[in-house]
């Protein structure tokens, strides 16, 4: 016996709009699919290569991040545009909107670690790393602390400007920094945010530091962390 092809109610299929007048209800139709808002992260410190969104979000597969790049993009949320030669490759880009996003990476952040369950031993990118920094520097600790803090995360370098209670970090060279900090996202997140000492790490191999120690060693401790929420019923 032949059967008909089953047909999903349109309520149980994938839906991209809420129908809701809420613009948070209109920003997850925007950006509320699963991957968007991690693309739009490895975006917020400048353009990158298709290639390179894939090796930053290893769990993604070349058909959803197309998908993703050309929904954000229809959205007005990124652009593509070639660049110059030599290089002459396409690279994706957020938008001047699209980067007025961070408050919302910023927000999450927050709230999310606070988080019972979250488990930091697992990857992450310098993307997220960086993002990292801007959204835990405490103000207080930070006031009068002044320092240009250089990354080496493999071929990638970034520049940090710490002023004034605040820090900018941008993709660029490291020379004249007055500290320079070589490693991977994870072993920089475990002496910030972990607490492990910046000697163990240099011994073990897998930190080197260069310049100012006396900026490293302040500067690990102005990123605390917020204490973790209570599973206990809140007031109504």
Request: contains cysteine.
């Given at each position: 016996m ?11 299929r994938s ?9 948070a ?12 808002l991690?693309?739009m992260?490895?975006?917020m ?20 991040l ?6 954000l993009?229809s ?6 545009r ?10 994706y ?13 910023q927000a ?18 310098a993307?997220?790393?960086f993002l990292?920094l801007r ?8 006031k ?13 370098t970034f ?8 820090i900018e970090i ?6 004249g ?5 070589t ?25 080197q530091v ?15 962390l ?5 599973l206990?019923g809140?007031?109504?």
């Open positions: 032949k059967l008909d092809k089953i047909t999903e109610p349109s309520e149980t839906r991209r709009h809420y129908e809701d007048a809420c613009a209800a209109h920003a997850l139709d925007l950006v509320g699919e699963r991957w968007a991690l693309v992260r490895e975006l410190l400048g353009p990158k290569r298709f290639s390179d969104l894939r090796e930053s979000l290893p769990g993604i597969s070349a058909n959803v197309t998908q993703r790049l050309e929904s993009e959205a007005g949320v990124l652009f593509k070639r660049l110059p030669p030599p290089a002459a490759s396409q690279v880009e957020l938008t001047e909107w699209g980067y007025e996003s961070e408050p919302i990476f999450l952040g927050r709230w999310a670690a606070r988080s019972p369950s979250h488990n930091p031993a697992l990857p992450f990118s993307a997220s790393f990292s959204t835990m520097l405490d103000p207080e600790r930070a009068g602390v002044t320092g240009r803090i250089g990354f080496r995360l493999g071929e990638e520049l940090a400007h710490l002023a004034d209670g605040r941008a993709r660029g060279p490291v020379d920094a007055d500290l320079v900090l490693g991977t996202a994870p072993v920089l997140a475990g002496t910030i945010y972990g607490g492990q000492p910046l000697e163990v790490l240099e011994q073990a191999g897998v930190l260069e310049g100012d120690r006396a900026l490293a060693e302040t500067f690990i401790g102005l990123f605390p917020p204490a973790k929420a209570s206990r809140g007031a109504v």
